[in-house]
């Protein structure tokens, strides 16, 4: 999944469906894709040292083969070529399950998913700010926010749209985006909840005569 990568094709029909659905509601649709939330070294790190840690713990019972062979390999052996191997060894295991931990299915294990979920709704509301999704003449602005490393979907509704739609009712579209992450059947997934979205928005929030297109119907695929 970190290789993750919308087609031009994916990428106008996500377009095509969000420009669909505004056509029968006054409500705005935006969409944004991410590979990650959130940078997550911290806990790469500890992941990393642990097992470090563990090596060195277990490496410990065979000091004495490994004296041995080090004996046997260098005629003016003394106890800091011992020392010397635990340190550059531990350094290698530290450094090898440092890079293991950068891997999208080791992340979603180390990463408690508390974090997850937290960094995720953070980076999304920080988007819903930045793009304007908050600030639409009516407040009727809606963000689909997919985040691709935790497999998390975070639907962000603005005040007009809370005052009439309770967050439960968008339970099942954030559901079907997450069905499509794991399925890698993003694009598919999308057009079909932005379509689901338009439904229920034009259900309370019908077309208005004077209506204007107030953000881009395009997807955001942002790098960080």
């Known amino acids: 999944m970190s290789g993750f990568k919308l087609s031009k094709d994916e990428m106008k029909k996500i377009g095509s469906a969000v420009k669909k659905a505004e056509s029968k509601t006054s409500g705005e649709i935006a969409t944004a894709i991410i590979k990650e939330s959130y940078n997550y070294a911290i806990y790469e790190l500890i992941f990393a040292v642990i097992v470090g840690f563990l090596y060195f713990v277990i490496m410990m019972f065979f000091s004495g083969s490994i004296e041995q062979l080090l004996q046997g390999k260098f005629w003016d052996y003394s106890v800091n070529y011992l020392i010397m191997f635990y340190g550059f060894s531990t350094f290698i295991v530290i450094t090898i399950f440092y890079f293991i931990g950068n891997i999208s299915s080791i992340d979603r294990l180390i990463v408690p998913k508390k974090i997850l979920i937290q960094k995720v ?10 793009s304007g999704v908050y600030n639409t003449k009516d407040r009727t602005g809606i963000l689909i926010f997919i985040s691709i490393m935790e497999r998390r979907v975070e639907l962000l509704a603005d005040s007009g749209i809370n ?3 309770p967050k439960e009712k968008w339970q099942s579209i954030v559901d079907d985006i997450i069905k499509g992450i794991k399925q ?10 932005i379509k689901e979205c338009g439904d229920l928005l034009a259900e309370h929030f019908p077309i208005q005569a004077d209506d204007k297109n107030e953000l881009t119907d395009d997807i955001d695929i942002l790098e960080k």
Request: proline share 0%.
């Open 163 to 165: 005052e009439k739609i």
């Open 184 to 193: 890698n059947e993003i694009a598919l997934h999308l057009t079909n909840s």
């Open 121 to 130: 709704q953070e980076r999304a509301t920080r988007y819903f700010m930045e």
